[in-house]
């Protein structure tokens, strides 16, 4: 099985385009409304684009009007790492896929989200890939 872990940016160049590198490797941020999965409502489940490892689903996701996808949780917790993030002037939590450490998005908390966690994971659409469910 492959460590993803291990990957060397010269090897993520040839697995990814120079978009997802720049969004996954870099921790880059695409930019807000583009982003293929903003306004999705396909049901499926959401995996890392980088290594493919399951983490979000479309029940959870939720329209915040933020601009990028959003979720009020993770498939599962041991699926993403939480960690701070203080690039850009800013204190944020930054969220990256536990397999693979790619860059995924932040997550917010407290912003008034009719939603059962209040939580806000903000993910571009570049890091993710949707598997829709079958009918
Ligand atoms: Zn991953």
């Known amino acids: ?12 160049q040839k697995r990814l385009t120079p ?26 489940v959401y995996s ?5 490892a399951e983490l ?4 959870e996701k ?11 949780s993770p498939l599962a917790g041991d699926r993403i790492i939480e960690r701070r993030d203080v690039s850009h002037g800013m204190v944020r939590i930054e969220v990256v896929c536990a397999n693979c450490e790619s860059h995924l998005g932040h997550v ?10 209040d939580l806000r994971y903000c993910i571009n659409s570049l890091s993710l890939k949707l598997e829709p469910k079958e009918q």
């Open 108 to 117: 917010f908390e407290g912003e008034g989200y009719d939603t059962p966690t």
């Open 19 to 44: 978009e997802e590198f720049h969004v996954l490797r870099r921790a880059g941020t695409e930019p807000p409304h583009v982003g293929e999965y903003t306004d999705t409502t396909t049901e499926g």
């Open 62 to 72: 939720f329209g915040s009007d933020c601009g990028w996808p959003s979720f009020f």
């Open 48 to 52: 890392c684009r980088a290594c493919g």
């Open 1 to 12: 099985m492959t460590d993803f872990k291990l990957i060397s940016d010269t090897e993520w």
């Open 56 to 59: 979000f689903r479309s029940t």
